[in-house]
Each structure stands twice: as structure tokens, then as C-alpha cells.
């Protein structure tokens, strides 16, 4: 196979001299950084980035092994991603069977590291890209491309550099959310590009009220009384979190926005990032006075590897902030020095987890740590840090400029507030709505997302991702809150609704979930590493028809040994779906 070309030797050594001297912390940013310039990490250049940083090269090739978007052997000159996860699969009049039936046809690519003879391109099957609404989802190195953009290609026998215009193209809007929309309310509508855009419709009113009105404590205090709970899948009250840190002696702190929405089915973040991301900036400088009030605190974006096409609208405005006074030291001329870096993952599911994101950033392989110590108590680097997602954090500019009531006006009295969820399949209007809490699922599948697909019938929905649960027609009039969901034992999880109609086999997306955890466990604890692989080997028996009498027994005691063993979230819930399944389909 030929090898990439290869850039100019000054090129690489242009990169590492940037990251000299700076230590492991920046292991990845420069592996990311090496491997844009050069295509791969040869032995020759792993040994150049170990003196660099002052790394071992065992833990440099750990840490190389352990996420999927790092190479340490050639590949072609473009890489081909094609999600073959859950809503994908789901996907109509295409989904990612048949798009990869045709990749194979037309290019001979078949199996995940196939290369064509001509070393152009490089397939690799990937999990949830989070482009569900899009489905089925493909990336061309780092942008996505439209599928009828490449199914087009595909009969065309173009080159393929012809997918670049396409793919970089599809890498620039921001899709529009729909329903009640409030968190979402810049995105299509405020250039995400201008500071001086979101200034002119609120942006940062909050930040300035806060530094010259407000105590650090009685923004925590707003936070508390709203009742904002974490919108990533916890549900975590926010205010008691920041209070924590706030309580917290120890200096610096730490303020970091979990931005790896890797859960299958998942794509709420992304929308808020590329349309709004000032107000991700405003929301964790509020963070940041709250925990600190004086002094220095610390910042970070983690986006997830498969979302470099968002990494440069953030640095834009994370920039633009710099230039403004609203990041940097004496931020607005008060005594908070508060700064955010942006890092970008490399393809690992578990770094969605806080504590294997931490590591992550620090430098070592994306495995979650044992608690206590919780994050606020020792977090990144070791500091107290307040970590939330995207969607918890665009919450907090207008309960600090408007009160607590402002999330109370929308919602349950148990559950205030909007949520964003990404519905999938086997729907009208695949698309990111926005919902108050308490809506029924009938309203976002009939109402909003328009219902089932001509001449077919909605079964069931897979509610929270991978990590969620199977819901009947029977609780599709389910409110979608907290307290209601908790009832039928389900979730909102992530936000994740993924549909499934009449024409589609349980089994095949029971398949694919099991696959996923298998796939995605960082192998850390035995009970997750070893309790996921005989999840899968059950699973698949069922669906080959071979299931034996005790595999229903043995299935209940891996989600128990699972659930009561694993170190996170991951472990502990990666048989709660396939329980679901087995008993609204049996099995």
C-alpha cells in the first residue's frame, strides 16, 4: 500500500517545537497535532514526541493504543468513517447496511482498515459519530460528509478528492432546533462567528451582572434555588455541586465542559457548540466566579475526537473572549483571573465519564478513577473542579441574569426547566427538539417529530442511549421528566430517542448496543471488561436462535455483577437496555 505523502521535515518539527518543554499534559494534543501533519505515528516520530514532553514511550504507545483516532501504522491518504451504530442502522430510505454494501461495491472496502490500490482511501467502521439526525453518518477525515454526497461519488467514479468540497461544506451550519425552543434560541439565528452578534441579543449581560452585583455565593445560590439538575444523565442537582467546590480551601480551581457526547443516539451538544459557543464561554466564567470568586481558576473544553469540525468556531471564539476582557487575568477588571483551553479527544467513549476525561487531559489513557475522592475534592490536576455538560451549562447565563424563576416558568415543579433531545430512525422528522420537561413521549414522536414512516407502525423507542431503556406503545404517553420516567424504570438519560418501527428487528439493535459497550470498555475493572464480552456472546445467541434455558439467569446476574462492581457509569449500566429489551420483546 503507498504511503501518505508526507510533509516537509520542518513541518513536524514545527509542531514539536510548540509542545517542548510543556509535559505529559500535552501528550495528546500533540500526538493529535503530529498526526495532522505527518498521517500516522511512525516509531521514529513517537520517539521525538517522548523527548519533547519528557514521556516514556510505553506510555506514549498506551496511550496511542488506547484511543481509535490515533495511528500508529500507515493508512490511505483520506479516511472513510461510517457510523455502524445503533441509529444508523435505524436510518431510512438509507442506512449504514447498505451504504456500506455500496462502499464495498464500487471501492472494494469492506472491513474496518481496508485500503483501496491506490492508497486514496482507508475505511474505518466507527460507533455514533453523533450526526443521527443526518444518518447514516460518515466522516472524511474529520468533516462530516453527506451519505448522498458519497453514494453519489460512489457511481460517479470520481476522484476522491472531490468529497472534500462536500464534506467541508457539511462541516459549517449548524442544523436548526425545533420544538419550544429556549436554550437554543442563538442557534441559526446569532452568528456564531461574531462577538459583537451575541453582545447585541444578551450575550455576557449575565457575566457583567454578576461581577458587579452579585456575590460568588449568591450566584451558587441562584443556581441551587432553580432546581438545574445535570443534563448529561445523572441529573446531579448543578447548585449543590458548585457550592461544594465553592466550599472547597484548596487553589486553584477548575472549571471544565464535558463536551464528549458519545452516547449512542446523542447529538444535543454539537447544535449548542457550532450555533452559540459564547455562551458556553459566558456560562463557565460564571462558573468559575461562583466556585472562586477571586483568584485563578482553571478552564477546559473536552469535544469529542469525532467533532474536530467544531474545534474552529470554539478557538474563534474563545479568541474573540481573550481580545474582550472576558477571559484572561482581572476578567471585566475584577480580581478573577479565569482562562479556557480547548482539548479534543481522540475517539473513546469512556472519556464521556468525568474522572476518564480528567485523565484524559492529564496526559494518560481515558480510565476512570476510583471515588471518593469526587471531582469537586480532587478533580483535574488534582484541584476541586465543577465539571457539567453542554446543555447544563447553557442553562446558567439567564438563571444569573434573570433569577431562579427562569427555569422554574418551564417544566414540572420536580423537574424544571427545557431539555434537548435527539430523536432517530424510524421518524418523520428525524431532528434535535427542544422540550419542556413533563411533555409526553407521544408529543415529541407524533407531534413534533411527525410520526411513523409511511405505511409502517412505531413499536417501540430505545430512550437514553445505549445506557438507557426499551419503552412499548404502552408508556408512550409517558411524561418525559425525571420522576415520571423513573416510575416505568426508565431515563432520560442523555436525551437520546431512538425509533424503532415494525420493520426492524429488535434483535439487530439488541445486537449492536451489546457490541458497543463491548467495544467501548476501557478494561479498567474485570467486572466491566469481562461482563460485557458474555453480554455480547448471550445476545448473540439470541439472535441467531440458539439462545440455552439459563442464559435469561446469567443475563440478570452480569447486570448485577456489573451494577454493583463496575467503577462507572459505563459498567453499571451497559446491561440496562438489553434487560429492557428482553423483557418488552422477550428473548
Known amino acids: 500500500m503507498p504511503l501518505p505523502v508526507l510533509p516537509t521535515s520542518e513541518a513536524v518539527a514545527s509542531v514539536l517545537a510548540t509542545f517542548q518543554g510543556k509535559g505529559r499534559a500535552y501528550l495528546l494534543p500533540c500526538l493529535l497535532a503530529v498526526q495532522r501533519v505527518h498521517g500516522w505515528l511512525s516509531p521514529d516520530l513517537v520517539a521525538r514526541i517522548g523527548a519533547a514532553l519528557a514521556v516514556p514511550l510505553a506510555d506514549i504507545y498506551g496511550v496511542i493504543d488506547f484511543y481509535t483516532m490515533l495511528y500508529s501504522q500507515p493508512h490511505g491518504r483520506h479516511l472513510l468513517r461510517v457510523c455502524d451504530d445503533v441509529a444508523c442502522s435505524l436510518a431510512r430510505p438509507a442506512n449504514s447496511e447498505s451504504l456500506r454494501a455500496a462502499i464495498a461495491s464500487h471501492t472494494g472496502l469492506r472491513q474496518r482498515g481496508d485500503t483501496t490500490p491506490d492508497g486514496a482511501l482507508t475505511l474505518e467502521m466507527m460507533p455514533c459519530l453523533g450526526r443521527c439526525a443526518d444518518a447514516p453518518a460518515v466522516l472524511l477525515d474529520e468533516a462530516p460528509l453527506p451519505a448522498d454526497a458519497l453514494l453519489s461519488w460512489l457511481t460517479s467514479d470520481r476522484e476522491p478528492d472531490a468529497l472534500l468540497s462536500a464534506a467541508t461544506a457539511a462541516a459549517a451550519p449548524a442544523e436548526p432546533v425545533l420544538g419550544d425552543v429556549v436554550l437554543a434560541e442563538h442557534v441559526g439565528r446569532v452568528d456564531p462567528w461574531s462577538l459583537a452578534d451575541y453582545e447585541q441579543h444578551g450575550g455576557f449581560a449575565a457575566l457583567r451582572q454578576a461581577l458587579g452585583a452579585m456575590t460568588p455565593a449568591a450566584v451558587v445560590q441562584a443556581v441551587e434555588a432553580s432546581g438545574l439538575v445535570g443534563r448529561g444523565g445523572a441529573a446531579f442537582p448543578t447548585g449543590v455541586k458548585w457550592r461544594s467546590a465553592a466550599d472547597e480551601p484548596a487553589t486553584p480551581k477548575m472549571v471544565v465542559c ?10 444535543k451538544d454539537r447544535p449548542l457548540l457550532q450555533g452559540d459557543p459564547f455562551r458556553l464561554i459566558e ?5 468559575a466566579y461562583a466556585i472562586q470568586g477571586q483568584g485563578e481558576v482553571g478552564g477546559y473544553i473536552y469535544l469529542r475526537g469525532e467533532y474536530g469540525y467544531v474545534a474552529p468556531v470554539l478557538e474563534n471564539a474563545l479568541a474573540r473572549c481573550r481580545a474582550a476582557g472576558y477571559l484572561g487575568r482581572h476578567l471585566l477588571g475584577s480580581n478573577l483571573h479565569f482562562d479556557i483551553e480547548l482539548r479534543l479527544g481522540a475517539g473513546a467513549y469512556i472519556c464521556g465519564e468525568e474522572t476518564a476525561l480528567f485523565e484524559s487531559i492529564e496526559g494518560k489513557r481515558g480510565m476512570p478513577r476510583v471515588k471518593p475522592p469526587f471531582p469537586v475534592q480532587a478533580g483535574l490536576f488534582g484541584k476541586p473542579t465543577v465539571i457539567n455538560n453542554v446543555e447544563t451549562f447553557f442553562n446558567i447565563p439567564p438563571i444569573v441574569r434573570h433569577g431562579p424563576g427562569w427555569l422554574r416558568q418551564y417544566g414540572t415543579a420536580q423537574s424544571p426547566g427545557t431539555k434537548l433531545f435527539g430523536v432517530s430512525g424510524c421518524v418523520q422528522r428525524p431532528m434535535l427538539y427542544e422540550l419542556p420537561l413533563g411533555r409526553s413521549l407521544r408529543h415529541l414522536l407524533f407531534d413534533q417529530a411527525g410520526g411513523p414512516l409511511p405505511d409502517r407502525r412505531i413499536t417501540s423507542v430505545l430512550l437514553g442511549g445505549a445506557a438507557g431503556t426499551f419503552v412499548g406503545a404502552a ?33 439487530e439493535v439488541v445486537s449492536r448496543v451489546a457490541h458497543f459497550f463491548a467495544h467501548e470498555s476501557c478494561g479498567k475493572c474485570y467486572p466491566c471488561q469481562m461482563g460485557t464480552q458474555r453480554q ?21 446476574d452480569l447486570a448485577g455483577a456489573m451494577r454493583d462492581a463496575s467503577l462507572c457509569g459505563l459498567g453499571q449500566a451497559a446491561s440496562g437496555a438489553i434487560l429492557s429489551a428482553v423483557e418488552l420483546f422477550g428473548g
Open 536 to 556: 455480547v456472546e448471550i445476545v448473540e445467541r439470541w439472535r441467531a436462535g440458539q439462545a440455552r434455558p439459563q442464559d435469561r439467569l446469567d443475563l440478570d
Open 475 to 507: 408508556h408512550f404517553d409517558v411524561a418525559l421528566d425525571w420522576q415520571s420516567l423513573r416510575e416505568i424504570g426508565a431515563t432520560l438519560g442523555s436525551g437520546a430517542v431512538m425509533v424503532l418501527d415494525d420493520a426492524v428487528a429488535p434483535c
Open 258 to 267: 464535558n463536551a464528549d457526547e458519545s452516547e449512542t443516539g446523542t447529538f
Open 283 to 287: 456560562a463557565m466564567a460564571l462558573a
